[in-house]
Nanobody, 123 residues
Framework: QVQPVESGGGLVQAGGSLRLSCAAS????????MGWFRQAPGKEREFVAA????????AYADSVKGRFTISRDNAKNTVYLQMNNLRPEDTATYYC????????????????WGKGTLVTVSS
């Protein structure tokens, strides 16, 4: 089993920045593809970003390209989501996820999920 644990959510004004962190335990971190998803109130969960085992591959939703950056530090078993130029429509609960399979399209989800951290962007 893999247990991702998110941190770093909060309230920020539009145009501001926030960095989310996610620590994952339970399995060799460097063998996990990691990702971020989000779910806004009344909406379905959507893919935000993903990164491969050692960071060679990354993928982003069109809505966050150029504003969000996913990165990882395998020595710290941690993945990050740097969010810049935040917009009110980025308001959502952000979930960290992990997957033990080789790099693929993760838009439909991953194997293991954290409990989420709330990000609120005020206008």
């Amino acid at each position: 089993q893999v247990q991702p644990v998110e941190s770093g959510g909060g309230l920020v004004q539009a145009g501001g920045s926030l960095r989310l962190s996610c620590a994952a335990s339970g399995r060799t971190f460097s063998r996990l593809c990691m990702g971020w998803f989000r779910q806004a109130p009344g909406k379905e969960r959507e893919f935000v970003a993903a990164i491969s085992w050692i960071g060679i591959h990354s993928a982003y939703a069109d809505s966050v390209k150029g504003r969000f950056t996913i990165s990882r530090d395998n020595a710290k078993n941690t993945v990050y989501l740097q969010m810049n130029n935040l917009r009110p429509e980025d308001t959502a609960t952000y979930y960290c996820a992990a997957d033990s399979r080789p790099w693929r399209d993760y838009s439909s989800g991953m194997d293991y999920w954290g409990k989420g951290t709330l990000v609120t962007v005020s206008s």
